[in-house]
Nanobody, 114 residues
Framework: QVQLVESGGGLVRAGGSIRISCTVS????????MDWYRQAPGKEREFVAR???????FYDDSVEGRFTVSRDNRRNTLYLQITDLNPEDTAVYYC????????WGQGTQVTVSS
């Protein structure tokens, strides 16, 4: 059974930075492309970043330059570093492996105060 545990969210002032994490179990983490999504209040869940098993990264245009996705395959952990936070980044952030059946954790809340 795949389990995803996101952590590291919190309340941050605009202009600040945060690094959130996602620990994965129940699959061969190193073999999977991993995605970050976010869901803001009243909005649909949206893709923000991706890292392949070969460490190639891809970002949505809206976050390019401020978001950095990385992974530590020894720790089965995915990371998302966010800099220059703004209130529009306020959302619950989720990680998910790219599989035919989507799997989601509980997410981690990032709140940016202006």
């Amino acid at each position: 059974q795949v389990q995803l545990v996101e952590s590291g969210g919190g309340l941050v002032r605009a202009g600040g930075s945060i690094r959130i994490s996602c620990t994965v179990s129940g699959l061969i983490f190193s073999a999977y492309t991993m995605d970050w999504y976010r869901q803001a209040p009243g909005k649909e869940r949206e893709f923000v970043a991706r890292i392949s098993s070969g460490m190639a990264t891809f970002y949505d245009d809206s976050v390019e330059g401020r978001f950095t996705v990385s992974r530590d395959n020894r720790r089965n952990t995915l990371y998302l570093q966010i800099t220059d936070l703004n209130p529009e980044d306020t959302a619950v952030y989720y990680c998910t492996p790219e599989r035919s059946v989507p799997t989601w954790g509980q997410g981690t809340q990032v709140t940016v105060s202006s």
